[in-house]
């Protein structure tokens, strides 16, 4: 089991950066796959970005492209979601997610369903 501790995340103004933060407690994230999500109000929960335990696969959602940058440092068992450029339709709570590559796992960035979740952080950007 990946017990999945977020921090980071508060209100901006349009423009401005934030960083998430998504940390294992207790493990590594060794075998894992780490997705950010978010989901605003009255919508359902959107893929906004992934890595891979190696840091060597990443995928962005479109609308995140050149703006979001996912990293992860392994020393500290910790996966950032770095916001650039924000702007006020990024408002929504950011959740992270972690899954286990297995062998026969076709997909890194697909298929979330046996992940573990974080308890979620709310991003608010202000025009």
């Known amino acids: 089991q990946v017990h999945l501790v977020q921090s980071g995340g508060g209100l901006v103004q349009a423009g401005g950066s934030l960083r998430l933060s998504c940390a294992a407690s207790?493990?590594?994230?060794?075998?894992?796959?780490v997705g950010w999500f978010r989901q605003a109000p009255g919508k359902v929960r959107d893929f906004v970005a992934g890595?891979?335990?190696?840091?060597?696969?990443?995928s962005y959602t479109d609308s995140v492209k050149g703006r979001f940058t996912i990293s992860i440092d392994n020393t500290k068992s910790t996966v950032y979601l770095h916001m650039d450029s924000l702007k006020p339709e990024d408002t929504a709570e950011y959740y992270c997610?972690?899954?286990?590559?297995?062998?026969?796992?076709?997909?890194?960035?697909?298929?979330?369903?046996?992940?573990?979740w974080g308890q979620g952080t709310q991003v608010t950007v202000s025009s």
């Open positions: 207790g493990r590594t994230f060794s075998s894992y796959a």
């Open positions: 890595i891979d335990w190696t840091g060597d696969r990443t």
């Open positions: 997610a972690a899954k286990l590559i297995r062998r026969s796992t076709s997909s890194y960035f697909t298929d979330w369903e046996t992940a573990y």
